[in-house]
Structures are given as structure tokens and as C-alpha cells.
């Protein structure tokens, strides 16, 4: 069955960098590609950016554009998701989801930024 | 961006009985291939969400037949006909057809 494992919670300090993960199994890898969605406690969820993973043409949400950047590894069937520049404000719970769809997610990964 | 209202914001169900919920979108949701692309999503606490319902109608694999869609343009409603324990928790609607995919502001559903 189709799995997405995320990489476990990070706790980061404003300005910093962090690098989640999102392992696919249970299907071939470039079926689908790979969304982020970020939820801040509380709030609705919140598209960040979308990966091919044909390709690795990606697609950033304007609010991200400059922070963000997702790569892919085909050989781990992996998905990474970096974000930059950390605020307290990024601290949420970062999703990785199949394609536009979305209809499969991963566990979620926790994102604390505090000082 | 597309703006997504859902309503009511809260409810209170008696196991059994139905529910609805409204999702209006700020712009029609039909994309130019002719598809609608509204999607509902069901959260329950420290979980993500699960897909139930998309392209406004069909049901996703193993979502129980009490779940069902309808609606057209820019105004979409869920229904459970028969409420249960397990269907506690957030329902989100979603847009896909505008980019960037948006997302209503969320309905908690509660059981009695």
C-alpha cells in the first residue's frame, strides 16, 4: 500500500535552516508527485510547494518562493523539503502529500522555531 | 487566491442523525478540462487529513458510502447521512482548480 515517511520533529532557532524527508513506498516513485503543506496549530492546512518527480520540475506557493526548495532523491524515493530563514511563525506541523490530489499523506512533521 | 467559506464553523450531531456541511467558493471551481476540482478532507486530533471526497462527488476507496458530495460551480455541500462516533473531528473543503490550491477554514463536527 502506498506509505509516506516523514523524517521526525525538529526544534530550530529563528534564521535557521531545516530539511524534512518524505520516503515513498508501496508504489513506483514517479507515479505521483510530491506536495508540502504546512498547519499551524489550529489553522487550516497551507500549500507550500509541488515536485515531479519525473522531472523535478517544482512549483513554489508565492509566500515561499523565496525560502523554500524541494529536490528529490529516485534512488531512496525520497522527498526533501527545505525551508529557510526560519520565523516562529513556520512552527507547525509540515506535510507531505501525493500530487495535487493529495490523496495519500504522511504522518507529519512537527517544525518548532523558538529561541 | 480563492476564497473558501464553510458553514456552519461548529456542529453537534446525535449519533444516526445526518449532517451537512456548505462550502462556498469566492470563484466558479470549474476548471477548462470540464472537471470540478472540490475536495473534502476529515482531520481527526494529532492526525493528518484523509481524503474522503473529490472532484465534488467521488468517494474515495474505503470511505463509508454515508459520505457523499454534491454541488457545481462555486457552491458544494457534504453530507454524512447517518452519524457515527468515528466521524468526529475537522472537515476541510479544498480547492484545486486555482492556483494555489486553497482551503476552507475548517468545520469540527462533535457527537453527542
Known amino acids: 500500500q502506498v506509505q509516506l515517511v516523514q523524517s521526525g520533529s525538529e526544534l530550530k532557532k529563528p534564521g535557521a535552516s531545516v530539511k524534512v524527508s518524505c520516503k515513498a513506498s508501496?508504489?513506483?516513485?514517479?507515479?505521483?508527485?510530491v506536495s508540502w503543506l504546512r498547519q499551524a496549530p489550529g489553522q487550516r492546512p497551507e500549500w507550500m510547494a509541488w515536485?515531479?518527480?519525473?522531472?523535478?520540475?517544482?512549483t513554489y506557493a508565492e509566500k515561499f518562493q523565496d525560502r523554500v526548495t524541494m529536490t528529490t532523491d529516485t534512488s531512496t524515493s525520497t522527498v526533501y523539503m527545505e525551508l529557510r530563514r526560519l520565523r516562529s511563525d513556520d512552527t507547525a506541523v509540515y506535510y507531505c502529500?501525493?500530487?495535487?490530489?493529495?490523496?495519500?499523506w504522511g504522518q507529519g512533521t512537527l517544525v518548532t522555531v523558538s529561541s | 487566491e480563492v476564497v473558501l467559506t464553510q458553514s456552519p464553523l461548529s456542529l453537534r450531531v446525535t449519533p444516526g442523525q445526518a449532517a451537512s456541511i456548505s462550502c462556498r467558493s469566492s470563484r466558479s471551481l470549474v476548471y477548462r478540462d470540464g472537471n470540478t476540482y472540490l475536495t473534502w478532507f476529515h482531520q481527526r486530533p494529532g492526525q493528518s487529513p484523509r481524503r474522503l471526497i473529490y472532484k465534488v462527488s467521488d468517494r474515495d476507496s474505503g470511505v463509508p458510502d454515508r459520505f457523499s458530495g454534491r454541488g457545481s460551480d462555486s457552491a458544494f455541500t457534504l453530507r454524512i447521512s447517518r452519524v457515527e462516533a468515528e466521524d468526529a473531528g475537522v472537515y476541510y473543503c479544498m480547492q484545486g482548480t486555482h492556483w494555489p490550491e486553497t482551503y476552507g477554514q475548517g468545520t469540527k463536527l462533535e457527537i453527542k
Open positions: 515536485i515531479s518527480t519525473n522531472d523535478g520540475d517544482t
Open positions: 508501496g508504489y513506483t516513485f514517479n507515479t505521483y508527485g
Open positions: 502529500a501525493t500530487d495535487r490530489g493529495h490523496e495519500f
